[in-house]
């Protein structure tokens, strides 16, 4: 498997493990939301609140999407571009739907309930080089720019 590869899947699955990362659009600002995922390539899904300014900002019209997501070990980094835009479609909430949603809401069919779609699409991946390693290999006489190489990604996560 190549580097680009297995970074790729390294995201996808500390993604639908710790599920948290900043999500922001044309007209809204990055804020942390709950990731769902249900396959690689996506897309990712996002339950929120008709008053959110992340659902305001897709009302009418697909957005420019940017997701920012951070290891909680800090072992990994993503920024991934894409497209954001609301699918209420009710086969999908049915298909997502969990206690921790249902938490929030009063029901599958609460008026304030939006589920959005996030589209990956080109993303840049960082795989965490310790600088205590790094100072390590250049003592010895190892350049560590070479092994840096294989723990960052620009790769096409979604679809297509």
């Known amino acids: 498997m190549t580097a680009n590869a297995e970074l790729k899947e390294r995201f996808w699955n500390a993604l639908s ?3 948290t990362a900043m999500l922001g659009c044309t007209g809204a600002y990055p804020r942390p939301m709950t990731a769902q995922t249900e396959n690689d390539g996506g897309p990712i899904w996002f339950f929120t609140a008709r008053e959110n300014d992340l659902a305001e900002a897709t ?4 957005r420019d ?40 809401y009063k029901g599958k069919d609460d008026p304030k309930l939006r589920l ?9 991946i960082w795989q ?3 600088s205590l390693i790094a100072g390590i290999k250049m003592l ?10 294989d723990d960052v990604a620009k790769v096409r996560l979604g679809k297509g």
């Open 17 to 19: 493990k710790e599920r």
């Open 59 to 62: 009302a009418r019209k697909p």
């Open 65 to 104: 999407g940017l997701l920012m997501f951070t290891a909680k070990d800090h072992a990994m980094f993503a920024t991934v571009g894409g497209t954001l835009q609301q699918d209420n479609d009710p086969v999908v909430i049915e298909r997502l739907w969990n206690p921790f949603v249902a938490a929030w």
């Open 116 to 124: 959005l779609r996030f589209d990956p699409g080109n993303a840049e």
């Open 128 to 130: 965490n080089a310790s």
């Open 140 to 149: 010895i006489g190892i350049d560590p720019r070479k092994s840096l190489e």
